[in-house]
């Protein structure tokens, strides 16, 4: 996804930001009964709505090798652009800190997919996450995402 930004000439308001003007969708994080915690909303949401971004502490994935590896559920490497069979550079950490995406639990039938975006730059090897919808969404179901 490529993002309007501050090298277009396009206003604050174009449809083209979706990212970047954030979602005010009302998201509630729940136990689960089998995978921990999770995700539901407490809203419709409609295919192809911006959910919100994956975020957390930004590592180099050298670094990212040296965390615990325990506990990896919540690394999520940057390699939508990497070519096959190589390592991306870095890998976003959401273990310390996050938001609300880093318990959208596994789904062999996923509602949301994560998407590399192109925000501020165009960096392929620094591209930020972002979920969308990929069908219909009823209240109360369960956000989740194939990973």
């Known amino acids: 996804i490529y993002e309007c930004s501050y090298m277009c000439k396009c206003s604050k308001d174009c449809p083209n930001r979706a990212i970047q003007r954030g979602s005010n969708l009302k998201l509630t994080i729940f136990r689960t009964t089998r995978k921990g ?8 949401i409609r295919r192809g709505q911006y959910i919100c971004r994956y975020t957390g502490e930004l590592l180099t994935f050298q670094e990212s090798d040296t965390r615990n590896t325990s506990d990896m559920t919540y690394l ?18 959401a273990r310390r800190y996050g938001n609300v995406s880093r318990f959208f639990n596994h ?41």
């Open 37 to 44: 915690w999770g995700v539901c909303t407490e809203q419709p």
């Open 107 to 147: 789904s062999c039938d996923p509602n949301l997919t994560a998407f590399a975006a192109y925000v501020t730059h165009l960096n392929p090897m620094m591209t930020e996450l972002a979920f969308f919808a990929n069908c219909d969404i009823m209240p109360g179901k369960e956000l989740t995402f194939d990973y």
């Open 76 to 93: 999520f490497d940057l390699d939508k652009e990497v070519p096959i069979g190589e390592q991306p550079e870095y890998t976003i950490d």
